[in-house]
């Protein structure tokens, strides 16, 4: 190929750069030539042989999409030899514009293209950042075996004639009336609720607490303005109650015969080991995620860290809280189309923290770059094993995977993100804090 009149670069903003091209008339004729050659090899045209057919001919039949394909090839050539020589980070497609091509004449065009921009990051150095102490208490060990009785709970019958509790497990049998009219769909027999668990209208649960079985009562509840239905929104209903049977949760005891649930303990106290293992575990991921939480804030909160951010890039963020938010949907069981419908109408909702998302990357990638911080190989198979190990894979099918779905660079990223905020947690003021947790069955913040 001859050399390229011109190859212009001109920034429209910090995250878009147009290119003009001019490529000489003797490269186009070269490509054009080049193309009809190779259209004369398989065209049929009657009264010609193949491979035989004049040029003019060809022209005849061919000239639009030669002069086409011939551009397109022209365009993809020196639009990458000029991403590659003024080394750019493009992000997306470009946008071409041409004219086409004319006889005798040079070939212009110009390539709009979205880029990733090289910002330099403030106020990275000397964070204040309150960090947690680690540490894993008895009542936190207590907590956890709390939650484990939880899941051995069994149900049983309430054998003695007592009023209705919170907590307690009803099966009742219950009828709504709206303004004397009976609903259908506020009426169910043999109901089984979990009464103080919120799961009906509010006001009506709390109304059942004192029954004893076998006793009706008249319930009155005000429906939110806000309810789905909109027959019910704002209305007063009253409903007919009967309680049919009752049952409560019966907790086991903590003790070495509750130990025989498990294979892999011989005693509460191996138990109890394991436990501060896993719970000490959970507190330091917990603990960096705050501190992460803290870094990300702090460089956000920067005035000096406001730049623009590649549109592509949100876009490609939005769609991928879109994709989690309808697998959210799908697995509580909502209808696929109805998933869908409800994840679209939320995608302008999400620019704002996809607009977050993209600067802290690109915030984390520029404090990289200037602070030479860089990934390995070892690195990045030792991110792959660990993922590998959590999902029950081998490395090498984990490996396999990640390539399949162009994610390995993703973990690329994961490394040097956790590099990143490791060198800032290292240069940050850092004061050691205490923070009291809640006890088991005590509301969380």
């Known amino acids: 190929m001859g050399e390229i009149v011109a190859v212009k670069v001109e920034e429209i903003s910090p995250v878009k750069k147009k290119l003009s091209f001019e490529i000489p008339w003797d490269d186009v004729k070269k490509g054009l030539d080049d193309m009809y050659r190779d259209v004369s090899k398989k065209a049929r045209i009657p009264g010609f042989r193949q491979g035989k057919i004049p040029r003019n001919i060809l022209e005849r039949h061919y000239k639009e999409r030669v002069e086409e394909e011939t551009a397109e090839k022209l365009i993809n050539r020196v639009y990458w030899d000029a991403v590659r020589e003024h080394d750019l980070m493009v992000v997306a497609q470009p946008q071409i514009d041409q004219q086409g091509i004319s006889p005798d004449s040079n070939f212009s065009f110009t390539a709009t293209v979205e880029v990733e921009p090289l910002i330099d990051p403030r106020g990275y150095l000397d964070l204040d950042i309150e960090k947690e102490a680690l540490a894993v208490t008895d009542q936190d060990i207590e907590n956890r075996l709390k939650e484990i009785q939880q899941m051995f709970a069994t149900m049983q019958d309430v054998e003695t004639d007592r009023e209705l509790l919170a907590g307690d497990f009803a099966t009742i049998d219950f009828e709504g009336t709206l303004d004397g009219e009976a609903l259908k769909e506020l009426k169910a027999e043999g109901y089984f609720l979990e009464v103080g668990s919120g799961r009906f209208v509010p006001g009506f649960e709390d109304q059942l607490i004192g029954m004893r079985t076998g006793e009706t009562k008249q319930v009155e ?30 907790l086991p005891e903590i003790n070495e015969e509750f130990i025989k649930n498990f294979e892999k303990y011989d005693s509460l106290e191996g138990l109890k080991a394991d436990l501060a293992k896993a719970l000490e575990t959970e507190h330091a991921e917990r603990i960096t995620a705050d501190v992460r939480k803290q870094i990300v804030e702090r460089l956000l909160g920067n005035k000096e860290n406001e730049f623009d951010v590649p549109p592509s890039f949100v876009e490609r963020q939005i769609f991928q809280m879109m994709a989690e938010m309808q697998h959210r ?24 923290d996809a607009k977050k998302v993209v600067l802290t990357t690109l915030i984390m990638k520029n404090i990289a770059r200037l602070e030479n911080l860089s990934v390995t190989e070892d690195e990045t198979a030792a991110r792959i094993g660990m993922h590998a190990e959590r999902r029950g894979m081998t490395a090498e099918a984990m490996r396999e995977s990640l390539e399949k779905d162009n994610l390995l660079e993703h973990i690329e990223y994961e490394v040097l993100q956790q590099k990143v905020f490791d060198f800032i947690e290292s240069k940050a003021k850092v004061s050691t804090v205490s923070k009291d947790r809640p006890a088991a069955g005590e509301d969380k913040p």
């Open 221 to 250: 509840v005000r429906f939110p303005d806000d309810y789905q239905a909109g027959n019910l929104a704002g209305k007063v209903v009253s409903f007919a109650v009967a309680l049919k049977g009752l049952k409560e949760k019966k």
């Open 329 to 352: 949907l799908l697995s509580r069981g909502m209808d696929k189309q109805k998933a869908t419908e409800m994840t679209v109408k939320m995608h302008d909702s999400f620019r704002d």
